[in-house]
């Protein structure tokens, strides 16, 4: 099948503004990947064309953009997902600040993921062996760990679009992931900026973040678990 894809491009050195800019390619099947026309546009049609992108098997993240309106990894969106009948829009991740074409600074992204100290803490010696915990232990986290810091949810959450000092949602799930690890001595350290004024306490449960999750993460669910052991004052 013939496709058109209608991609924002945008150079800060010498465009005053994005644009879209249509391509179309010939002789893709179903099985063709968004990636795929990513690369085939830039290595057939516009060598300018610029995206990030790096394991191409929806393991690294960092090809996060969005497709007709919703936030997905490139890689992980097949021609037979979207409707072809129209060309298929392709623009950065919204709210993050462009650098090029579909290549978003990251860095505020990341600034809030670091301030729930992402990382085990724990005061004792390292053990000899691994620090075990029971397998029970082991599922709570399970589905949090599955994370790959994409961005697809924290840059869909209307919350952060209102408000730019929001933690957003990945930063919360990372925060669960440790301050429900029992081999981890510190809860109350992951969670010092979530609970506060840009915090959990932020999410209106509005499930953007969910829909946009590339991992089917419930991130929702999560986030209302951390807000139930907030006002516990279990911790
Ligand atoms: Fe990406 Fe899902 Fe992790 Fe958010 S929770 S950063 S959408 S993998
Ligand atoms: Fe935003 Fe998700 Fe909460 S979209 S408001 S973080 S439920
Ligand atoms: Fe790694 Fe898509 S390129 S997740």
């Not at 097949?78 to 009948?85: A, E, I, Q, R």
Request: net charge negative; hydrophobic share 35%.
């Amino acid at each position: 099948m013939k496709v058109t894809f209608k991609i924002q491009r945008y150079n800060p050195e010498k465009d005053q503004k994005p644009y879209f800019a249509d391509y179309t390619l010939d002789g893709l099947d179903g099985t063709y990947r968004i990636l795929d026309a990513l690369h085939d546009i830039k290595w057939q049609l516009d060598g300018t064309l610029t995206f990030r992108r790096s394991c191409a098997h929806g393991m690294c993240g960092s090809d996060g953009i969005r497709i007709n309106g919703k936030n997905s990894l490139a890689c992980s969106v097949l021609l037979k997902d979207v409707n072809t009948k129209k060309p298929i829009v392709i623009e950065p991740l919204p709210y993050l600040p462009i650098i090029k074409d579909l290549t978003v600074d990251m860095a505020d992204f990341f600034k809030k993921y670091e301030m729930v100290k992402p990382y085990l803490i724990a005061h004792d010696s390292p053990p000899e062996t691994e620090r075990y915990q029971s397998y029970e232990d082991a599922e709570r986290l399970m589905e949090s760990t599955k994370c790959i810091m994409c961005a697809c949810c924290t840059t869909s959450c209307p919350s952060l679009w209102s408000n730019e000092n929001y933690i957003g949602p990945a930063a919360i799930l990372k925060s669960y992931r440790f301050a429900f690890d029992t081999r981890d001595d510190s809860a109350d350290e992951h969670l010092l900026a979530v609970d506060s004024q840009d915090g959990i306490w932020r999410c209106h449960t509005i499930f953007n973040c969910v829909e946009a999750c590339p991992k089917d993460i419930n991130i929702t669910w999560h986030i209302s678990q951390l807000k139930k052991l907030l006002v516990s004052q279990e911790i």
